[in-house]
């Protein structure tokens, strides 16, 4: 699970805002780090067994990563260990950068959507743009200006013009239906932020006539649907002709690594897609966030770190 990560060393950490920590990484001897493109993420292995998924923001062509981590109460613990007990000089094992939140280069335009934390994709792809002179906007939610992070960062940029904030805390909410209120085939909206946003963003745009390939999310640090829940399978690892049981209180992952079945997963919790595999026979009930709706429609491809199955069988390509 864990031998495609690279050993990274933490070189600044600073307060924020209220509940979030920044982190610069960088490579022991000034080793260069591969070139990202905003939206993309890396995997960060904070002990033994915890790998969670953090989006880069580091202004476009630096030489460091830079990650931007809530401390939640109700996080499973990693952040909150990442937050209170790595300090500058910590080494921490990073994978290598992912993106499945990639800008469309053709956009003529493109729509930002950020809630709370998940600014941090939003705010590397405002600066990717900027850079590269496309237009945009960026609308930013957050319960307080306190609690918003990059607040500084953005107002003192050029693209402070693009920005339109909201604080909770002063009765002001981002307007979806304002924000999304003229579809165009050529301009694209990203959202990232807690899942009730993200869902607000999703329905308002198909509401107001977006197609679905034009509205792109990001659900790290959202609202994770039971993985446990659920009847029991039967599943097929096509390759090995192996079948193991599922039962309730397990995922399909964990029973196939039980049986010595070589299952990849980084989140186990439905974001990543690293668990995806191909579905040769059976109904899956799709319970991740990664798959977009006409995906899970498909029925061809799982999850295997949460989702679980509508037949009592299931035959994968694994
Ligand atoms: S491990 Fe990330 S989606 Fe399954």
Same mark, same amino acid.
């Given at each position: 699970?864990?031998?495609?990560?690279?050993?990274?060393?933490?070189? !600044? !950490?600073?307060?924020?805002?209220?509940?979030?920590?920044?982190?610069?990484?960088?490579? &022991?001897?000034?080793?260069?780090? &591969?070139?990202?493109?905003?939206?993309?993420?890396? +995997?960060?292995?904070?002990?033994?067994?915890?790998?969670?998924?953090?989006?880069?923001?580091?202004? &476009?062509?630096?030489?460091?990563?830079?990650?931007?981590?809530?401390?939640?109460?109700?996080?499973?613990?990693?952040?909150?260990?990442?937050?209170?007990?790595?300090?500058?000089?910590?080494?921490?094992?990073?994978?290598?950068?992912?993106?499945? *939140?990639?800008?469309?280069?053709?956009?003529?335009?493109?729509?930002?959507?950020?809630? =709370?934390?998940?600014?941090?994709?939003?705010?590397?792809?405002?600066?990717?743009? %900027?850079?590269?002179?496309?237009?945009?906007?960026?609308?930013?939610?957050?319960?307080?200006?306190?609690?918003?992070?990059?607040?500084?960062?953005?107002?003192?940029?050029?693209?402070?013009?693009?920005?339109?904030?909201?604080?909770?805390?002063?009765?002001?909410?981002?307007?979806?239906?304002?924000?999304?209120?003229?579809?165009?085939?050529?301009?694209?909206?990203? /959202?990232?932020? &807690?899942?009730?946003?993200?869902?607000?963003?999703?329905?308002?745009?198909?509401? %107001?006539?977006?197609?679905?390939?034009?509205?792109?999310?990001?659900?790290?640090?959202?609202?994770? %649907?039971?993985?446990?829940?659920?009847?029991?399978?039967?599943?097929?690892?096509?390759?090995? =002709?192996?079948?193991?049981?599922?039962?309730?209180?397990?995922? /399909?992952?964990?029973?196939? /690594?039980?049986? =010595?079945?070589?299952?990849?997963? *980084?989140?186990?919790?439905?974001?990543?897609?690293?668990?995806?595999?191909?579905?040769?026979?059976?109904?899956?009930?799709?319970?991740?966030?990664?798959?977009?709706?006409?995906? !899970?429609?498909? =029925?061809?491809?799982?999850?295997?770190?949460?989702?679980?199955?509508?037949?009592?069988?299931?035959?994968? +390509?694994?």
């Amino acid at each position: 699970m864990s031998n495609h990560l690279i050993p990274a060393v933490i070189t !600044k !950490k600073w307060a924020e805002a209220e509940g979030v920590f920044c982190f610069t990484l960088e490579l &022991p001897g000034n080793e260069i780090l &591969p070139p990202v493109e905003a939206g993309a993420h890396i +995997d960060v292995e904070i002990r033994e067994g915890v790998v969670r998924q953090y989006s880069l923001c580091q202004p &476009p062509g630096s030489q460091h990563y830079q990650i931007g981590v809530l401390n939640d109460p109700t996080s499973r613990g990693g952040s909150r260990d990442l937050t209170q007990s790595i300090e500058v000089g910590s080494v921490l094992r990073i994978s290598r950068p992912r993106n499945h *939140f990639g800008l469309v280069p053709s956009a003529r335009h493109s729509i930002l959507i950020a809630g =709370g934390i998940g600014i941090t994709p939003i705010l590397a792809m405002a600066e990717q743009l %900027q850079a590269r002179g496309q237009s945009f906007e960026l609308h930013y939610g957050a319960r307080s200006q306190n609690s918003a992070a990059f607040i500084k960062r953005l107002a003192q940029s050029v693209i402070a013009s693009h920005i339109r904030l909201a604080f909770d805390d002063l009765g002001q909410r981002l307007d979806l239906k304002e924000i999304l209120s003229d579809p165009h085939p050529d301009e694209h909206v990203y /959202v990232c932020g &807690p899942s009730g946003l993200i869902e607000a963003v999703l329905a308002t745009a198909k509401a %107001q006539g977006w197609p679905e390939r034009s509205v792109h999310r990001e659900f790290f640090g959202g609202a994770v %649907q039971p993985t446990s829940e659920g009847q029991e399978i039967e599943v097929t690892a096509a390759r090995s =002709g192996l079948t193991v049981i599922v039962s309730p209180d397990m995922s /399909v992952a964990q029973a196939l /690594v039980q049986a =010595g079945v070589d299952v990849t997963t *980084f989140c186990e919790q439905g974001v990543c897609g690293s668990c995806m595999t191909r579905v040769i026979e059976g109904v899956p009930d799709h319970r991740d966030q990664y798959l977009s709706d006409a995906e !899970k429609s498909a =029925g061809d491809q799982l999850l295997l770190c949460c989702s679980r199955a509508r037949t009592s069988a299931l035959i994968l +390509d694994i």
